[in-house]
């Protein structure tokens, strides 16, 4: 529904912050856009450079193009959907609302019973990195021909990730990455509180962390082989190594008064599969663990 060779028309629904600055990111990429948000003057800006304010969720999937959907929840996306679905027969629907793993499934599914090509999408990145490719990234799964059609339009919002057609995995990706990043957060305040015992500040500090940190993320496709092979199996640093070091620093951060909330489930993770057996394995182990929890 427009010219070979010109960019494709899109319409955002939904224009709290990240809507916005989506919507932003096409106009400058040149796609024409059609917006719809509950509140209307949240479009004014958008509108003054040169998108298409309407006035209803109907008028705005007759716009035509791809329909991206970014409202606060799951709830609000449906009430604003369910009404229209007859019009978005046939069409492509983005959804970068926030879902669950099951409630994008589920959304998928909905989507897929009403002809509607569903994909997904997890933004890892806030509103102001929209358009920044170094920095922010979204994650897609579902419909690999709603993905492959508006890549390059996907592309302006920051680098573009497809993850398959299970509409579940970008929301489970986005969580496993979230999980990542406030265990590595968390360690970082336990190595705060402990420098600061001594005077030193988390900036001091923080300048020693960012390239240790950066140094250990090298080790990590090396844990992926060990917990896909599922075989732990090492002549290097064991279980029983890290539990050393482990008790080492409770230890030291015991005797400064600092707590060991941070590092405890560490260590009794460790102590866990030392107590079955497996203390010459690798430390990747520990997911075994995680997997398995006990009580
Ligand atoms: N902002 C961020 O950093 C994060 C990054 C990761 C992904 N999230 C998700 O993006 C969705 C939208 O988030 P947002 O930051 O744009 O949220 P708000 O600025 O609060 O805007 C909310 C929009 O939703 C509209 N809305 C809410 N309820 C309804 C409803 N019942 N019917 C119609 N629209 C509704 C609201 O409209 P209005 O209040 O302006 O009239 C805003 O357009 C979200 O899932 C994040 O988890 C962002």
Request: one cysteine or more; a negative charge; aromatic letters at 6%.
């Amino acid at each position: 529904d427009h010219a070979p060779g010109a960019a494709a028309p899109i319409t955002v629904v939904g224009l709290g912050s990240m809507g916005q600055a989506v919507a932003a990111a096409f106009l400058d990429g040149g796609h024409p856009t059609t917006v719809w948000n509950r509140t209307a003057a949240k479009a004014d800006a958008l509108a003054a450079r040169g998108a298409v304010l309407v006035h209803s969720p109907a008028e705005a999937v007759r716009a035509g193009g791809l329909v991206v959907v970014c409202v606060l929840d799951r709830k609000a996306a449906r009430d604003i959907l369910e009404p229209v679905e007859e019009q978005l027969a046939g069409r492509g629907l983005l959804m970068l609302t926030s879902l669950s793993p099951e409630e994008a499934r589920e959304t998928a599914r909905w989507a897929t019973e009403r002809n509607i090509a569903f994909l997904g999408g997890a933004v890892m990145a806030t509103p102001d990195l929209i358009g920044n490719r170094e920095e922010a990234s979204v994650l897609y799964a579902g419909s690999r021909e709603v993905f492959q059609e508006h890549r390059s339009a996907l592309e302006l919002l920051g680098s573009a990730t497809y993850l398959g057609e299970s509409a579940a995995r970008a929301s489970l990706l986005e969580t496993a990455l979230l999980a990542s990043m406030y265990s590595m957060f968390a360690g970082f305040y336990h190595g705060a509180a402990l420098v600061g015992t001594e005077g030193v500040t988390a900036e001091e500090f923080t300048a020693l962390a960012v390239p240790w940190l950066k140094a250990m993320t090298t080790f990590l496709p090396g844990q992926a082989e060990f917990i896909d092979r599922g075989d732990y199996t090492t002549d290097e640093q064991s279980l029983e190594f890290n539990k050393g070091g482990l008790d080492h620093i409770i230890h030291i951060s015991r005797s400064r008064g600092i707590g060991n909330d941070v590092m405890r489930p560490i260590a009794e993770l460790i102590d866990r599969q030392i107590a079955k057996g497996h203390g010459a394995d690798s430390v990747a182990r520990l997911i075994e663990g995680i997997k398995h929890p006990e009580g």
